[in-house]
């Protein structure tokens, strides 16, 4: 079942800050989160395991709340390399059942 | 380190066609999976497979798409009869394992069927 991602798309300036949220109703093994931009094919952010991890890559951090079945993705201080769409992806098993979310358009503006 | 080869980029077929595109995952990368993305949708997972087994491929429909990765390295995803609905980009991708591993993508062929 597809997980649900909110918000559908989000405007910015540069130097604020977002959230994008990815739900699902059944339990996860893990999180995962990816960026694409227009034409090209989707890029690794990172992944997160059930254990309520938290990580973070410079100005990007992610949390999975392994209870609410939720992970939130952070984006700190936009850059306009940020702009793209994002999705997180979603496993309920060790390596099984992988599928993708709909995603979230990020506009970051000068 | 090389990264995931596909070919052909694109392809324009008339419904009816058949059409086959190739993938060739990283070195060593035991976990390939072939996507079909629509545009303005996420990617959707046709075929999962582990080596040379099939580990999921509840999504792929089985009537028309057929999948191989004979000998546990590149794969080929095929098409026959096309649809006017099969017209879109298909993605390869393979990881070091299966199970919490990064995914890396190919650039994708982008199929158009008229």
């Known amino acids: 079942q597809q997980p649900v991602q909110s918000p559908q798309a989000v405007i910015l300036r540069e130097g604020e800050d977002a959230v994008i949220n990815c739900s699902s109703s059944?339990?996860?093994?893990?999180v995962h989160w990816y960026r694409q931009k227009h034409g090209e094919a989707p890029v690794f952010l990172m992944i997160?395991?059930?254990?309520?991890e938290q990580k973070g890559h410079e100005k990007i951090s992610a949390s999975f709340n392994e209870k609410k079945q939720q992970s939130s993705l952070y984006l700190t201080a936009s850059q306009l390399s940020y702009s793209g769409t994002y999705f997180c992806?979603?496993?309920?098993?060790?390596?099984?059942?992988?599928?993708f979310g709909p995603g979230t358009r990020l506009s970051v503006l000068p | 380190e090389a990264g995931v080869a596909q070919s052909p980029r694109y392809k324009i077929i008339e419904k009816r066609q058949s059409v086959a595109f190739w993938c060739n995952p990283i070195?060593?990368?035991?976990?390939l999976y072939w996507y079909q993305q629509i545009l303005g949708q996420g990617p959707k997972l046709l075929i999962q497979?582990?080596?040379?087994?099939?580990?999921?491929d509840s999504q792929l429909p089985k009537d028309r798409f057929s999948a191989e990765r004979l000998k546990g390295v590149d794969s080929t995803l095929k098409i026959q009869p096309a649809k006017l609905e099969d017209s879109a980009v298909y993605l390869c991708?393979?990881?070091?394992?299966?199970?919490?591993?990064?995914?890396?993508f190919g650039p994708g062929t982008r199929l158009t069927v008229t």
């Open positions: 991708a393979s990881s070091i394992g299966q199970g919490a591993y990064e995914q890396y």
């Open positions: 059944k339990a996860l093994y893990s």
């Open positions: 997160l395991l059930k254990g309520g």
């Open positions: 992806g979603t496993e309920d098993n060790y390596g099984q059942n992988f599928v």
């Open positions: 070195s060593g990368h035991a976990t």
């Open positions: 497979f582990q080596n040379n087994g099939v580990v999921d």
